[in-house]
């Protein structure tokens, strides 16, 4: 059964430096991995989404890493801004379309 | 606008009594789920469906039920709510995962407490 895991569970940075945020996952038989963040009391985002067969996604300061041998994905926010403080999750999608998700790194971005 | 719409988003209610929860797209996508986050479990998808009157569990269907009689509604239902299902719940739509423009879309959150 696939397991995905995010460490750490809580970072703290100060505004300005780039950053990486980990996602690892037991299955490497996925369809595609994605990113979302979510805002305190509000619902999830979609940020990136890879595809089994891609090694990268990009978007605008976000990039989005995926190496299915290790089991490994990683996401680079660059230039980090207070705006960027949220809890990211990463989470996995089988070939039956099932979802599975990290419990999620809690980002502070400090001014 | 383009939106998934959840009510309510607010419920409290006692051991045992039926409950549904409804969720709503306008974005004609084929694929809809629901979700638990629970803390220090994070999130848990609980039911999803690939199109009309097609739905598979998740990791965790126990103790729910789903129908999709229509492409844009795809209710929540507990039939018999136990205090362990106290959670908050969020339902997501996009189109068909193999397409180009998939991307998941997500409700505001249902937070159910069962007394």
């Known amino acids: 059964k696939q397991e995905v895991t995010q460490i750490p569970a809580a970072l703290s940075v100060p505004e300005g430096e780039n950053l990486v945020l980990n996602c690892s996952f037991t299955d490497s038989a996925i369809y595609n991995l994605q990113w979302f963040r979510q805002d305190p009391g509000k619902g999830l985002t979609s940020l990136l989404l890879i595809q089994s067969s891609q090694r990268e996604q990009t978007s605008g300061r976000l990039n989005a890493s995926l190496d299915k041998s290790s089991g490994r994905s990683t996401l680079y926010i660059a230039a980090s801004q207070p705006g960027d403080s949220a809890t990211y999750l990463c989470?996995?999608?089988?070939?039956?379309?099932?979802?599975?998700w990290g419990a999620g790194t809690k980002l502070i971005i400090k001014p | 606008e383009a939106q998934v719409t959840q009510n309510p988003r607010y419920l409290i209610t006692v051991t045992g009594k039926k409950l549904t929860v409804t969720c709503s797209q306008n974005?004609?996508?084929?694929?809809m789920s629901w979700y638990r986050q629970d803390p220090g479990l994070g999130l848990r998808q609980i039911y999803y469906?690939?199109?009309?009157?097609?739905?598979d569990k998740g990791d965790v269907p126990e103790g729910y039920k789903v129908s999709r009689k229509e492409k844009r509604n795809f209710p929540l239902i507990l039939e018999s709510p136990s205090p362990n299902q106290t959670s908050l719940y969020f339902c997501a739509s996009s189109f068909n995962p193999g397409q180009a423009r998939y991307e998941q879309y997500f409700g505001p959150g249902t937070r159910l407490t069962v007394t």
């Open positions: 469906s690939m199109n009309v009157e097609v739905t």
């Open positions: 989470a996995t999608m089988d070939s039956n379309y099932q979802l599975i």
């Open positions: 974005m004609n996508h084929e694929y």
